[in-house]
């Protein structure tokens, strides 16, 4: 860690962007995603009507496809086996003796 003088200084920027409700934080993503992730968190620090409509229009982007019911279910009801015959049992074997 750094010395004392830093510290101080990190908890005092810290705290500042705290009143100002906003937090910092690391997020892991793919290289070529940087950019992209940094100008979308620079629009929506900014508390202007563009940054609101922004973050509507991703939260229901995102709720859209996570948040449907049935969806485990309705793919396995998809699938090209549904109807099939499938003799899905094992014979019963009481398994072999070993020596301890």
Do not use: C, H
């Not at 899905?88 to 070993?98: A, D, E, N, S, Y």
């Amino acid at each position: 860690m750094g010395s004392a003088a830093q510290t101080r200084a990190i908890e005092n920027y810290r705290k500042r962007l705290s009143k100002r409700g906003m937090a910092r934080f690391e997020v892991v993503g793919l290289k070529s995603d940087q950019e992209l992730i940094r100008s979308i968190a620079r629009r929506l620090a900014d508390d202007t009507p563009e940054a609101d409509e922004m973050r509507a229009s991703m939260r229901q982007t995102i709720t859209e496809k996570s948040s449907t019911k049935g969806g485990i279910l309705a793919w396995l009801r998809s699938s090209p086996l549904v109807g099939a015959d499938l003799n899905l049992k094992r014979p019963f074997t009481t398994g072999r003796k070993i020596d301890l």
